[in-house]
């Protein structure tokens, strides 16, 4: 049976494959992937990803309703300056990029007949490609939108009805740059400390030793070189203020340590221990930006 309204997927890799299997069946859409290699196509088709999967952005970019842009950052920005004439009048375009105020000042070159919602869905593994995505990725996740100031009310419920339906624990509605200090600290310092601790000399001693707590801390470790790089250095300002409260923090630790001071010590591990605590208090809205 033919849908009456089309979602375009740019890019099924990881995200942009998971999110294209989690959407199928929405409301009356027709799921379409568009992607630049026909071994994603084979697999995105023989995998069930999608509806219809096409190389051809033209072939479907002028019909789209919704498009999604699931590339690295940069790549998001570039695809919505270089189609900026091809998306349909009344489209909305979204992304799943890690950050927003440059994938939103990008958005600027869209033509006022073409609506933008930032997107963020909390989620995610250390691994990348179409063969690691998965449609369940997205339950229980959070689903972080920066609306423009003149995107419109049916759009924002759009992306509500799509949180609902994927899975999505809750919706969260922030600027892009409140989302893009607070990712700084909730994501991507914590692939900092996962990857400065792969960097220690001792990494391959430690073989047989190994326990929840090194395999939980270094576990994003092996990511994405690229996208990383892009995500560190699109955000730096934000990213290396959260790096100096951290470098202060752990100074403090090694201070006390060091001079032997149990009772600081213990004070600052009281202190810690308990501030987690209250992080983890049943109740809703206990994470919002």
């Excluded at 091809?86 to 006022?112: H, Q, R, W, Y």
């Excluded at 308990?274 to 049943?282: G, V």
Aim: glycine content about 8%; charged content about 20%.
């Amino acid at each position: 049976m033919s849908k009456d309204k089309i979602i375009a997927v740019v890019g099924l890799g990881l995200i942009g494959g998971s999110m294209a299997a989690a959407l199928r069946g929405f409301e009356d859409y027709e799921v379409v992937g568009v992607v630049r290699r026909q071994e994603t196509a084979d697999y995105a088709m023989s995998h069930g990803v999608c509806d219809r999967v096409t190389l051809d952005p033209m072939e479907v970019l002028p019909q789209a309703d919704v498009v999604w842009l699931c590339m690295n950052p940069q790549g998001i920005v570039d695809y919505m300056a270089r189609y900026k004439d091809v998306f349909k009048a009344g489209a909305l375009v979204t992304d799943v990029g890690g950050i927003k105020t440059a994938i939103m000042e990008g958005a600027k070159v869209l033509p006022p007949a073409v609506d933008f919602i930032g997107c963020h869905p909390m989620a995610g593994t250390e691994f990348s490609g179409i063969e690691h995505s998965f449609p369940t990725m997205f339950q229980r996740a959070h689903f972080i939108l920066t609306p423009r100031a003149e995107s419109t009310r049916e759009h924002i419920e759009l992306m509500r009805r799509v949180s609902a339906y994927i899975g999505c624990s809750d919706v969260v509605t922030t600027t892009p740059e409140r989302h893009d200090a607070i990712i700084a600290y909730t994501s991507q310092v914590m692939h900092i400390i996962a990857v400065s601790v792969c960097d220690d000399e001792d990494l391959f001693q430690c073989r047989g030793f190994e326990g929840g707590s090194f395999r939980d801390c270094t576990r994003v470790a092996a990511l994405d070189v690229e996208l990383w790089t892009q995500l560190f250095s699109m955000n730096a300002p934000a990213l290396t203020k959260v790096i100096d409260r951290l470098e202060k923090n752990l100074h403090a630790y090694r201070t006390a340590i060091e001079t032997g001071d149990t009772q600081a010590l213990a004070d600052k591990l009281t202190w810690s221990a308990n501030r987690k605590r209250q992080m983890n208090l049943p109740g809703p809205g206990q994470v919002m930006l």
